[in-house]
């Protein structure tokens, strides 16, 4: 079981838009900065938002980020079928140690 | 480009040990703190560990401590973790992941990821 709380699974069609929500506490998400990603079927996991609402150069600002006290949310709008992907939120959870990394369940994003 | 490649996974039976490695490129290795992050089969990401720059900071994930070691070669850009007392439950596709300072932190994120070695344990 994981420690943030993510849904299973969204969908939406192309070009459209949709949300994916991160719940946490305030030892984790309401302590910390999130980060998500992006994990491509067979591919590794690739840094999509860091800081809450920070784009890696080369993301496209289809993908935007927020946090609200211990609850995170990542949106992309223009919906592509190259999006369709798992994405996990992560953080550290500071009453364990400044590193201990915690991770959503991940959802799986399906482009209709 | 900054680059992390993963090796040293196999067929291990329980009881038994193993070491990955992830030889790091493209940046200045001794100058970002370094994690080991796990996936089972289907399954979510699980952070296991990880060490800074000066190897002077090390964290374990409760399922790992007492069984797992993680160490850094900074010479030879190289991370490590020693996996031993091997379960079932440690079956996972082992990424290593690069922090964004040199001690643990979440800001930044994990911003670059080799391509996973998988370990399977099973007698």
């Known amino acids: 079981q994981s420690v943030l709380t993510q849904p299973p699974s969204v969908s939406a069609a192309p070009g459209q838009k949709v949300t994916i929500s991160c719940s946490g506490s305030?030892?984790?998400?309401?302590?910390?900065?999130v980060s998500w990603y992006q994990q491509l079927p067979g591919t590794a996991p690739k840094l999509l938002i860091y800081?809450?609402?920070e784009r890696p150069s080369g993301i496209p600002d289809r993908f935007s980020g927020s946090k609200s006290g211990t609850s995170a949310t990542l949106a992309i709008t223009g919906l592509q079928a190259g999006d369709e992907a798992d994405y996990y939120c992560?953080?550290?959870?500071?009453?364990?140690?400044?590193?201990?990394?915690?991770f959503g369940g991940g959802t799986k994003l399906t482009v209709l | 480009e900054a680059q992390l490649l993963e090796s040293g996974g196999g067929l291990m039976q329980p009881g038994g040990s193993l070491r990955l490695s992830c030889v790091a490129s493209?940046?200045?290795?001794?100058?970002?703190?370094m994690n080991w992050v796990r996936q089972a089969p289907g399954k979510g990401l699980e952070w296991v560990s990880v060490?800074?720059?000066?190897?002077?900071?090390?964290y374990y994930a409760d399922s790992v401590k007492g069984r797992f070691t993680i160490s850094r070669d900074n010479s030879r850009n190289t991370l490590y973790l020693q996996m031993n007392s091997l379960r079932a439950e440690d079956t996972a596709l082992y990424y290593c992941?690069?922090?964004?300072?040199?001690?643990?932190?979440?800001?930044?994120?994990?911003?670059?990821w080799g391509q996973g070695t998988t370990v399977t344990v099973s007698s």
């Open positions: 992560g953080t550290c959870d500071t009453s364990l140690s400044a590193g201990h990394w915690v």
């Open positions: 992941a690069k922090g964004e300072f040199v001690v643990p932190a979440a800001m930044g994120g994990l911003d670059v």
């Open positions: 060490i800074s720059g000066s190897s002077n900071t090390i």
């Open positions: 493209g940046f200045s290795f001794s100058n970002f703190a």
């Open positions: 800081d809450n609402n």
């Open positions: 305030s030892s984790d998400i309401g302590n910390n900065y």
